[in-house]
Every structure is written in structure tokens, then in C-alpha cells.
């Protein structure tokens, strides 16, 4: 499995020119809709109250989510996503010229019409969007491949908003801002016609055009799937939910709580990008090129954590004389904790949205795949209309601050995230996984590729620490049941983690027959439902850091259930704390660097124990 940097995506034709279609498009949404907003704000005559019609720009351009994302859905999986694309990018180009059209005649309905017409071209791309990826990248390239495209995508929606400003400054703003839509479409278009091929997964599918039913039909498929897709389409919308609302608070916030000037606004708005950009590329590094969904706890923390900071820093910063500009803000050592916990969220965001799309991408089946993502969006539109009216009512209503308002979305954010993660109990699992190898040991694999991507087997390794089964399991893609001594099972707090992933506690036989017997027949099962097994065939913990006898239950169990064997050894553990070196100590060798090398497969006929051991000594070397 290659271990290359995602940024070398950026130099293959089956990621680059999706990756710069992606973010030409949403440069162009957020460019023409934050014109529109200035243009009615400070350029167009009209009667009344003007945040009406700011409001009703943000309805125009989300309500196509909730009216056509389902038969995107259908559309992403009937035909080919490749072809889909250059049509909506091409149907992008006429919706632009209409909305110059409006432009250069300060015609309003022009321009209305044209942001309703882009919140639908928006509609029908995310699916294709995400469900184009898992058919572009292979599967270690999958979170790197996520998150350049959330790099991309906040990034692309900074320029757009910068750029919209600065075209709206002009004198002359409604040819500049007609040109540049217009010739953005237009780049979108071509950068579309090198995308490669991605053939159809459904051309069979019978479309269904009443909107409301496959609407509904299409958020029972999304809800519907396994607990960690469907509650990763909760935590996504979720993330949605709360991006919004600080987004949509942030002008107000740097006028009132940083008695700042415009361009303050625009670096706040940097910084949370930024943040998002940063925390979105740092995810591959962090997940070891594999969707980690342990970095979502970790990301809901941060989420909290920062929000928490920014509500108890706002009011460190007085008032001037004069509204502060940005250099003025960033010359007061009171502001910095504020910016921190900007960039802050922004990066643990990261953390947090990218593995869950990377997973619901990788875990959906492909033939549903498109609709699932159309359910996901269609979630995601609700929850920040949602989160529309909760802040209304919460400002409004309950006459909270902008910084009370951060207080509460920060302890909802506790509140909903622990309902995610009591329900798929895989999250806190494999936070934890990812912690204790990011924490207490450095952890290096060798030879995974030798592990099947599908299919059963049966992983047979050393034994040397009460945590192999964690540093295993968190090395490898796949999840892998792991069989173990039933009272290292039972020990307290690790029992969670080898509950939720299935492991098997075994006893001697003459230890407790009944829960020997019942390990057997749940390995058979297991195997026979083309999983990975892994067990320790010394039957214990090493005392000398030697490798022990290989008992003879791996013949048992291949006789039951015939898979290929793969050999494994742990490399660096004797000595650490969770081994029973009696010279071990909390802080010698912590951080020690651990190596998890795997071999290649031995046929069923020849994996007898010694066999195996001697693969696994092999494998293990002189390092203990």
C-alpha cells in the first residue's frame, strides 16, 4: 500500500480535474451569491426592510437541496457520473448568463432566479461529487482524497467571498462581476472534459420524479443503513448545523464583540477556513492512510473545547476610538485567544467532518452509494434551517448574546455527540485505538498488503502486551475480531473496547470448558462470514519477551473453517508498560517506536503450529 503524501493526487488525471471542477464551483456559487447579497445591501434601490431579502437568498439557494437532491440521488447511479458532470457544468454556464444578465440590468429577478437555479446545479453535483471519489481513489487514498476536497471546497468559498467583495467595490461592479461568473463556468466546464470515465452504478434504475416520495424514500435508504453509516449522516449534518451558525454570526460578532471593520470580518472568516483546510489535510497523516473514524471524538472534542474558549475570551477586547482593522486586532494580545479558537475550530471541524464522509463513502454499498449522499445532503439542508431557527430563537427570543449562543451550541455539541457514539460504540473504540498508538507508542506496519481487502482469514502473532489487540486492530484496514484470554477480556475499561469489536474471550479447556467450546464455534462463524480472525497462539502472555509454543487450536480452527493464514509479529513491545518485562516502568520506553510486521499467506494445508511459528520468529527478529 503506497504511503505517499495526498498531495500527489494533485498530479493524477483521475483526481485533478475533478478536484479543480469541485472547487470552480463552489468559488462560482459563493462569488455570485455574496454579490448578490452586497448588491441588494449597497447597490440596488429598493423599498423595505432589506435583511428580508437577504434571508430570502439563502432560502432560494438551499431549498433545491430539499427539492432535488433525491433525484440526484438517482441520477448519480443511473448514469455515468463522469457525463453528469460536464452536463451540470455546461447547465452552469447558462445559469451564469442569466444571472449577469440580471447583473448588468440590476434586474433583481434575474438574479434570483439564477441563485435558485445555482442552488440546484449545487444539488445535483454533491452526490456525484462524493460518490465519484471511492470509484477514483483507491481505498488508502480515500480520507486524503476527502480532504483535499474539503480544502478545496472552504478555501474556494473564502475566495468567493473575498472576491465578491472586492468586485463589489468597484464602480463598475456589474460587467466585472458578469465577466468573472460567467468565464468561472466556463473553466469549470473545460476542467470537467478531462475527467475520466465513472461508469454507471444502477443504469437499470427506474427514475422516480415525484420528489416527494423519493425524497422520503431516499432519507429511509440514508437512515436506514448500519448504525455507523446512518448516525455518520447524523454527525455530518450535525457538523453542518453548527458551521452554519457560526458562519452566519461571524460579521455580526467581529462588529459588535471585536469592534472591528470589515476587514476584520474577512479574517475571522480566514481563519476559520483556514482552519478547516488545515485540519481536513492533516486528517491523512493522522489516520495512517485509512478512514479512522477514531478522529471523530477527537474532533468533537476540539469542536467543544474552542467553542468553549471563544465564548469565554469574547468582551476581552475594547472598543477604540475607530472600528479596529485587522492589523490593529492582531497587534492586541487579549484577541489572540479568540483568533486561536477560530483556527481551532476550524482545524478539529476538520478532524471531525472529513473521516465521516470518507466512511459513509467506503461503507455504502455502490449501488446505493449516490442516493445515500443525496439523503445525507438532504439531511444536511434541514439541519441548518434548523439551526436557522434555533438562533432566531435564542437572539430573538430568548435574548441570548452571540457568545451565549456559541456557549449553547457548544454544550449541544456534547449532548448530540454522545447519542452518536452510545449507539456506534466504534467511535469511542477506535479513538481510543488511535490514541494509545499515538500516545504511548509509535506504531509502524510492514507488509499489510499481505491482508486481504476482502474475504476471510486467520492472522496468527506474538503475544508480548495486554494492548496487542489495539495496536493491531488499529493498524489494520479491516475490522479484525480478535480471540483472547477471557480475563484480559474482563480487564476494566479495555473490556468496552474488545466488546464493541466482537472480540472472543477463550478460556483453557480445562479452565472452563463451556466458554472454550462457545470461542470455536464464534471463530467458525466469524470466518465463515468472510471476516478477519486473529488469534495468539502461545495462549499467553510472554514473561520473557521469547515467542512460546504454538498450541495446536490454530489447527483446529483451520480444519473447521479452511482459510489462508496470514503470520504477524509485533516488534518493540517487551519492556513497554502493558508487557510483563519485570523491569518495565510508566516512563521507560514510552513513546517507544513499535513495529507490526505481516508476512505472506501460508496455505491451510501447511499451517501447522510450528510452521507458523517459525514465520512469526522470522518475521520478528531479534527485535523483542
Keep these: 500500500m503506497s504511503q505517499t503524501s495526498q498531495f500527489s493526487l494533485l498530479g493524477k488525471r483521475r483526481f485533478l480535474p475533478f478536484f479543480i471542477t469541485q472547487s470552480l464551483g463552489a468559488f462560482n456559487d459563493n462569488l455570485f451569491k455574496q454579490s448578490l447579497i452586497l448588491a441588494i445591501l449597497y447597490k440596488l434601490s429598493i423599498d423595505g426592510d432589506r435583511s428580508i431579502w437577504i434571508n430570502l437568498c439563502a432560502l432560494l439557494f438551499i431549498l433545491p437541496f430539499f427539492l432535488f437532491s433525491a433525484l440526484a440521488g438517482q441520477f448519480g447511479e443511473k448514469y455515468p457520473k463522469d457525463a453528469l458532470i460536464r452536463l451540470i457544468k455546461l447547465a452552469e454556464i447558462g445559469i451564469m448568463a442569466v444571472g449577469a444578465l440580471g447583473f448588468l440590468t440590476n434586474h433583481l429577478t434575474l438574479m434570483l432566479l439564477a ?32 480532504g483535499l476536497v474539503e480544502m478545496g471546497t472552504f478555501l474556494a468559498i473564502l475566495a468567493g467571498t473575498i472576491g465578491a467583495g472586492v468586485m463589489m467595490s468597484s464602480t463598475h461592479y456589474a460587467p466585472v462581476v458578469a465577466c468573472a461568473v460567467v468565464a468561472v463556468a466556463a473553466l469549470g466546464y473545460l476542467s470537467s472534459q478531462w475527467i475520466p470515465r465513472a461508469s454507471a452504478s444502477s443504469p437499470q434504475m427506474k427514475l422516480n420524479w415525484n420528489i416527494f416520495s423519493q425524497s422520503w424514500a431516499t432519507l429511509r435508504l440514508g437512515l436506514g443503513q448500519t448504525p455507523a453509516v446512518s448516525r455518520s449522516i447524523v454527525g455530518n449534518s450535525w457538523f453542518w448545523f453548527v458551521g452554519a451558525i457560526y458562519l452566519t454570526q461571524i460579521p455580526a460578532y467581529a462588529k459588535d464583540w471585536l469592534h472591528g471593520d470589515e476587514t ?3 479574517l475571522v472568516l480566514t481563519l476559520f477556513s483556514v482552519g478547516i483546510a488545515l485540519g481536513s489535510l492533516l486528517c491523512e ?8 473514524i477514531g478522529l471523530v471524538p477527537f474532533g468533537s472534542f476540539g469542536l467543544t473545547l474552542f467553542g468553549l474558549l471563544w465564548w469565554w475570551h469574547s468582551g476581552d477586547v475594547v472598543a477604540g476610538a475607530t472600528a479596529h482593522d485587522w492589523l490593529a486586532l492582531l497587534g492586541m494580545p487579549q484577541a489572540w485567544w479568540i483568533l486561536l479558537s477560530i483556527v481551532g475550530l476550524g482545524v478539529f471541524g476538520g478532524f471531525y467532518i472529513v473521516p465521516l464522509y470518507a466512511l459513509i463513502q467506503s461503507r455504502t454499498p455502490v449501488q446505493e452509494r449516490s442516493r445515500v449522499i443525496a439523503a445525507n445532503n438532504i439531511l444536511n439542508a434541514l439541519f441548518m434551517v434548523v439551526s436557522a431557527i434555533v438562533t432566531i430563537v435564542l437572539l430573538s427570543l430568548a435574548e441570548l448574546t452571540i457568545p451565549q449562543l456559541f456557549l449553547v451550541v457548544s454544550l449541544l455539541n456534547i449532548g448530540v455527540n454522545a447519542y452518536i457514539f452510545r449507539i456506534v460504540p466504534e467511535f469511542t473504540m477506535r479513538f481510543m485505538i488511535w490514541l494509545l498508538s499515538h500516545s504511548m507508542y509509535r506504531v509502524e506496519h510492514r507488509g499489510l498488503q499481505q491482508i486481504p481487502e476482502e474475504g476471510a482469514a486467520l492472522l496468527v502473532c506474538n503475544h508480548v502486551s495486554f494492548v496487542d489487540a489495539l495496536l493491531i486492530g488499529g493498524a489494520v484496514r479491516r475490522p479484525v475480531r480478535f480471540v483472547m484470554y477471557y480475563k484480559i477480556y474482563q480487564l476494566p475499561v479495555l473490556n468496552f473496547i474488545f466488546r464493541t469489536a466482537g472480540a472472543i474471550p477463550i478460556a483453557g479447556r480445562n479452565e472452563d470448558a463451556a466458554t472454550y467450546e462457545q470461542a470455536f464455534e464464534q471463530i467458525a462463524r466469524y470466518l465463515a462470514e468472510g471476516e478477519l480472525v486473529c488469534i495468539f497462539p502461545e495462549g499467553k502472555l510472554t514473561t520473557d519477551g521469547e515467542i512460546d509454543a504454538f498450541k495446536g487450536g490454530v489447527s483446529r480452527i483451520i480444519e473447521q473453517t479452511p482459510v489462508p ?9 517487551w519492556g513497554s508498560f502493558f508487557s510483563r518485562d519485570p523491569a518495565k516502568g510508566f516512563f521507560r520506553r514510552l513513546w517507544s517506536r513499535v513495529t507490526l510486521v505481516a508476512g505472506a499467506a501460508i496455505p491451510v494445508e501447511a499451517a501447522e503450529p510450528t510452521l507458523l511459528r517459525e514465520r512469526v520468529s522470522a518475521l520478528r527478529g531479534a527485535l523483542r
Design 115 to 146: 441563485l435558485f437555479a445555482m442552488g440546484t446545479h449545487s444539488a445535483l453535483f454533491g452526490p456525484v461529487k462524493y460518490s465519484i471519489l471511492p470509484q477514483a481513489l483507491d481505498d488508502h487514498e480515500l480520507v486524503g482524497g476527502n
Design 264 to 266: 476584520v470580518v474577512t
Design 285 to 292: 497523516r493522522l489516520s495512517g492512510h485509512k478512514v479512522e
Design 565 to 573: 493464514v496470514i503470520p504477524m509479529a509485533l516488534q518493540g513491545l
